[in-house]
């Protein structure tokens, strides 16, 4: 634990929501020994975080003292906040500026108009049926999009994965917290996905995005994907179609790119392999695996950015920087998004061995990155690539 810096802190973002931590105590130093010695628990004061909004990193994590008998903590992005000359401040750095992901343009008071429209004109697609319960139950916006028909759209395929995140937000082992989402229970239809499709397609810079949440690792579906994304282009010009993945099936992935796709997001939480596995814990695929579908992807001119999980004290590590500048510029990768990784990190640290290597801190994390992978963009969100 240490002292925040200064170029690490910010007044709290507009639409930031802040979280009660049960069952721990905040650490501090007391204001007359600022940073010196060891940090005491601050009886008496109630421990809090804040949920960041979209585009916004963090850059330290809160220090607490946990207490016998504390729940693990549900599945958010908890960063440090506190008060400042009466207002309250938090730790995180701007990394894009996107107004469509504004939390006020979403779950507005139209909303349930706009889904009981598209789902009677179209009664039989389950996967609306689907993108219904994800937006007005889990609240995702990409879900929401397909029924205000704008940006990027939802289109959840898989109900399997390959792999078992250590935070994977929809399907969390008995003994975890409850995962924030349901994973998706069935593999659409050829027809469902162009349905819907069809209809985002229309909307001006559009993107159809498999790959969400709610459900396992779309690349399973890759037959599948691949007929839906000829059929579409056979049927509309328009659009981004685009894929959120976990990039294990290399060659599963030249069939969909190969049928027509425009982008790529893979996810990953390091460019180093131990450390790659110890959070994905991949069943059926290794860290080479994904390396190759990034190869592939690049090789064919699709955009490819990577949706990097973020840790503080973990990705600003330095040799975590230095493997993942070498893998931009080998792998000529289009985009970085940063993610704050939605999980306790006390659970995080269990199963994540701590680097051994400096801590340089997000901000500088940051410099290094656009210094040393200058032609890799860095921001938060899905860029539609095509219109
Ligand atoms: S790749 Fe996605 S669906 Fe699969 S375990 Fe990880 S987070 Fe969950």
Same mark, same amino acid.
């Given at each position: 634990?240490?002292?925040? *810096?200064?170029?690490?802190?910010?007044?709290?973002?507009?639409?930031? %929501?802040?979280?009660?931590?049960?069952? *721990?105590?905040?650490?501090?130093?007391?204001?007359?020994?600022?940073?010196?010695?060891?940090? /005491?628990?601050?009886? #008496?004061?109630?421990?809090?975080?804040? /949920?960041?909004?979209?585009?916004?990193?963090?850059?330290?994590?809160?220090?607490?003292?946990?207490?016998?008998?504390?729940?693990?903590?549900?599945?958010?992005?908890?960063?440090?906040?506190?008060?400042?000359?009466?207002?309250?401040?938090?730790?995180?750095?701007?990394?894009?500026?996107?107004?469509?992901?504004?939390? &006020?343009?979403?779950?507005?008071?139209?909303? !349930?108009?706009?889904?009981?429209?598209?789902?009677?004109?179209?009664?039989?697609?389950?996967?609306?049926?689907?993108?219904?319960?994800?937006?007005? &139950?889990?609240?995702?916006?990409? +879900?929401?999009?397909?029924?205000? #028909?704008?940006? &990027?759209?939802?289109?959840?395929?898989?109900?399997?994965?390959? +792999?078992?995140?250590? #935070?994977?937000?929809?399907?969390? !082992?008995?003994?975890?917290?409850?995962?924030?989402?349901?994973?998706?229970?069935?593999?659409?239809?050829?027809?469902?996905?162009?349905?819907?499709?069809?209809?985002?397609?229309?909307?001006?810079?559009?993107?159809?995005?498999?790959?969400?949440?709610?459900?396992?690792?779309?690349?399973?579906?890759?037959?599948?994907?691949?007929?839906?994304?000829?059929?579409? *282009?056979?049927?509309?010009?328009?659009?981004?179609?685009?894929?959120?993945?976990?990039?294990?099936?290399?060659?599963?992935?030249?069939?969909?790119?190969? +049928?027509?796709?425009?982008?790529?997001?893979?996810?990953?939480?390091?460019?180093?392999?131990?450390?790659?596995?110890?959070?994905?814990?991949?069943?059926?695929?290794?860290?080479?695996?994904?390396?190759?579908?990034?190869?592939?992807?690049? =090789?064919?001119?699709?955009?490819?950015?990577?949706?990097?999980?973020?840790?503080?004290?973990?990705?600003?590590?330095?040799?975590?920087?230095?493997?993942?500048?070498?893998?931009? $510029?080998?792998?000529?990768?289009?985009? %970085?998004?940063?993610? $704050?990784?939605?999980?306790?990190?006390?659970?995080?640290?269990? #199963?994540?061995?701590?680097? /051994?290597?400096?801590?340089?801190?997000?901000? &500088?994390?940051?410099?290094?990155?656009? +210094?040393?992978? !200058?032609?890799?963009?860095? =921001?938060?969100? $899905? !860029?539609?690539?095509?219109?």
């Amino acid at each position: 634990m240490r002292l925040p *810096r200064e170029e690490e802190l910010v007044r709290l973002p507009t639409s930031s %929501v802040l979280h009660y931590l049960p069952g *721990r105590t905040p650490l501090g130093w007391p204001v007359r020994r600022t940073g010196q010695g060891s940090p /005491q628990g601050l009886r #008496g004061t109630l421990a809090v975080a804040v /949920q960041l909004p979209s585009g916004w990193t963090r850059t330290l994590l809160p220090a607490w003292q946990r207490e016998p008998g504390a729940p693990d903590l549900p599945f958010f992005g908890y960063t440090a906040a506190f008060f400042r000359q009466g207002e309250l401040w938090c730790a995180a750095v701007q990394t894009e500026d996107n107004p469509r992901w504004n939390p &006020e343009l979403y779950a507005t008071r139209d909303l !349930p108009r706009r889904i009981r429209a598209l789902r009677r004109k179209h009664p039989a697609n389950r996967l609306l049926g689907q993108l219904e319960v994800c937006a007005r &139950e889990y609240g995702c916006y990409n +879900a929401q999009n397909i029924f205000y #028909g704008r940006w &990027e759209g939802a289109a959840p395929v898989s109900p399997s994965c390959n +792999a078992c995140c250590q #935070g994977c937000i929809s399907s969390q !082992p008995e003994e975890a917290p409850p995962s924030p989402q349901m994973r998706l229970a069935f593999v659409p239809t050829l027809e469902e996905i162009v349905e819907v499709g069809l209809e985002h397609l229309n909307h001006p810079e559009a993107l159809y995005s498999f790959g969400q949440g709610c459900e396992g690792e779309p690349l399973l579906q890759a037959p599948l994907l691949a007929r839906a994304i000829r059929a579409l *282009r056979e049927r509309t010009p328009k659009g981004t179609l685009h894929l959120n993945t976990n990039g294990s099936l290399p060659q599963a992935a030249r069939e969909v790119i190969q +049928a027509g796709l425009d982008s790529m997001r893979i996810s990953l939480n390091s460019a180093i392999s131990d450390h790659y596995r110890a959070y994905y814990q991949p069943r059926t695929y290794d860290f080479e695996d994904v390396l190759e579908t990034i190869r592939i992807a690049r =090789g064919h001119g699709v955009w490819v950015s990577l949706n990097l999980l973020m840790v503080p004290g973990v990705n600003d590590a330095q040799d975590e920087v230095e493997a993942l500048i070498r893998l931009l $510029n080998d792998l000529d990768v289009n985009m %970085v998004q940063m993610r $704050n990784l939605n999980m306790d990190p006390d659970l995080f640290f269990q #199963g994540i061995p701590a680097s /051994q290597a400096p801590i340089l801190g997000v901000p &500088e994390m940051l410099r290094r990155l656009r +210094a040393g992978a !200058p032609r890799t963009r860095l =921001g938060s969100h $899905n !860029p539609a690539v095509r219109s």
